[in-house]
T-cell receptor, first 114, second 113 residues
Framework: EAQVTQNPRYLITVTGKKLTVTCSQN?????MSWYRQDPGLGLRQIYY???????DKGDVPEGYKVSRKEKRNFPLILESPSPNQTSLYFC?????????????FGAGSRLTVL | GENVEQHPSTLSVQEGDSAVIKCTYS??????FPWYKQELGKRPQLIID?????GEKKDQRIAVTLNKTAKHFSLHITETQPEDSAVYFC????????????FGKGTSLLVTP
């Protein structure tokens, strides 16, 4: 089944404790992206990747890192989480070229930073 | 960069009525306009999209219209049903640049029986 898989789905952590949210897709998509969703603010892009070893900042990159060492994986790293990073995170992927922009989203990862 | 504004932020309709959600965008180069539906506790999913070479697209009870001159596009849902209750997001981008999809803030639609 074609899908985007995120882990963990739920996480409660404390300020300053490094964490990684993994994202994997099995559709051979070139584009991958991370969004955070907060009430009243919609979906805001954190980072995106156009292909392996190519990453770029979105609208709200502060406090986050990403890497794209393999086409299928795009982990989101919070080096020193803070309470303002409490949010619902979505990973998404899409094809390049014709058919691009049709995002397939993961199920979401709800992160709470105490 | 592209700025997408979406209205209203909440919308309540009675079952069977129509619902209309409107979005405006700022970048005249944008040529791809999708709509995503997010049910409670679920992930956003594409329900319909339109490209700038057409003015309207329909899929059963949903339709999207685009006015490129005015830089606005709308989602129309007819004969609403309770299962249409969800948050709807519009977005705009330049085609074939999947990374640059700019979303509106969302509209929470409630369809009451």
């Amino acid at each position: 089944e074609a899908q985007v898989t995120q882990n963990p789905r739920y996480l409660i952590t404390v300020t300053g404790k490094k964490l990684t949210v993994t994202c994997s897709q099995n559709m051979n998509h070139e584009y991958m992206s991370w969004y955070r969703q907060d009430p009243g603010l919609g979906l805001r892009q954190i980072y995106y990747s156009m292909n392996v070893e190519v990453t770029d900042k979105g609208d709200v990159p502060e406090g986050y890192k990403v890497s794209r060492k393999e086409k299928r994986n795009f982990p989101l790293i919070l080096e020193s989480p803070s309470p303002n990073q409490t949010s619902l995170y979505f990973c998404a992927s899409s094809l390049k070229g014709h058919g691009a922009n049709v995002l397939t989203f993961g199920a979401g990862s709800r992160l709470t930073v105490l | 960069g592209e700025n997408v504004e979406q209205h209203p932020s909440t919308l309540s309709v009675q079952e069977g009525d129509s619902a209309v959600i409107k979005c405006t965008y700022s970048d005249s180069a944008s040529n791809y306009f999708p709509w995503y539906k997010q049910e409670l506790g679920k992930r956003p999913q594409l329900i319909i999209d339109i490209r700038s070479n057409v003015g309207e697209k329909k899929d059963q009870r949903i339709a999207v219209t685009l006015n490129k001159t005015a830089k606005h596009f709308s989602l129309h849902i007819t004969e609403t049903q309770p299962e249409d209750s969800a948050v709807y997001f519009c977005a705009a981008s330049i085609s074939n640049s999947g990374y640059a999809l700019n979303f509106g803030k969302g509209t929470s639609l409630l369809v009451t029986p």
